[in-house]
């Protein structure tokens, strides 16, 4: 005895069977060295905005120029948030996947 089609898509819904399995698609190992790539980038520009920034804020403090030294100050504080999104981004993807995966 067949279900009807109505049943049959709630229970499809509910759970459709699907999990993510690494080595499904040929190049997986070219788009993760091109992600790490990318990923190494965004934190060798980081470390320049840093630098940057923290000789504007000390420019800025050494002549007087309050605007230039609170410019350089938010440039630190945007590199360092955007190091520790780099760096963090596998652990919160991570995170995220497995916390996902446990909803039923």
Known sequence: MSLP???R???LAYDPGISPKGGGLPGLAVLKNVV??????????VV?????????WAWGHHTGGH???A???K???????AALGLGAANGIVAFFSTLGSQVR
Do not use: H, P, R, Y
């Open 36 to 45: 790490n790539s990318i990923n190494m980038f965004g934190i060798i520009a």
């Open 9 to 11: 898509v709630i229970q």
């Open 67 to 69: 605007q230039a030294e």
């Open 48 to 56: 320049g905005a840093l630098a940057v920034s923290l000789g504007v």
């Open 5 to 7: 089609l109505a049943d």
């Open 75 to 81: 440039g630190a504080v945007v590199a360092a948030g």
């Open 71 to 73: 410019n350089g100050k």
